[in-house]
């Protein structure tokens, strides 16, 4: 990929599409939850993941190495829907507030759940 003005654009389009989208399922999530567990942010990990694989396995096929697709959607979609940094503060908090099952909980399962999905769309869709 080379960074032109064009694919710059792309990723700034991608990832505000992507942060928006984030705070939608987050605040949909909320709203209908009141567990004390981050699912919204897990969500958001897991969809994006999801999509970022199937990108992975169809880019060079459906739209070649050098397709603005692929910052569009890998870079700013998912870089601007997944959100690291909110996981990490939702761990904190968690910690913080004396919920120390969540907190691990949160940790195990945002990291295995999303290798896991990435391993299973990889093995279905790239045979």
């Known amino acids: 990929?080379?960074?032109?003005?064009?694919?710059?654009f792309a990723i700034f389009i991608g990832g505000g599409a992507g942060s928006v989208?984030?705070?939608?399922?987050?605040?949909?999530?909320?709203?209908?939850?009141?567990?004390?567990?981050p699912l919204g942010t897990l969500?958001?990990?897991l969809i994006a993941t999801a999509i970022l694989a199937v990108i992975?396995?169809?880019?060079?096929?459906?739209?070649?190495?050098?397709?603005?697709?692929?910052?569009?959607?890998?870079?700013?979609?998912?870089?601007?829907?997944?959100t690291f940094s909110t996981f990490s503060i939702?761990?904190?908090r968690l910690f913080h507030d004396g919920q120390t099952t969540f907190a691990i909980a949160n940790i195990l399962i945002s990291v295995g759940a999303c290798i896991?999905?990435?391993m299973i769309i990889f093995k279905t869709l790239s045979k």
């Open 56 to 82: 992975i396995i169809y880019s060079g096929d459906r739209w070649g190495r050098d397709s603005i697709m692929i910052p569009l959607l890998a870079i700013g979609f998912c870089g601007g829907f997944s």
């Open 21 to 37: 989208a984030r705070v939608l399922v987050g605040e949909g999530i909320t709203r209908i939850s009141s567990t004390g567990f």
């Open 1 to 8: 990929m080379t960074l032109t003005p064009s694919t710059l």
């Open 43 to 45: 969500l958001a990990n």
């Open 90 to 92: 939702d761990t904190l």
């Open 116 to 118: 896991g999905i990435g």
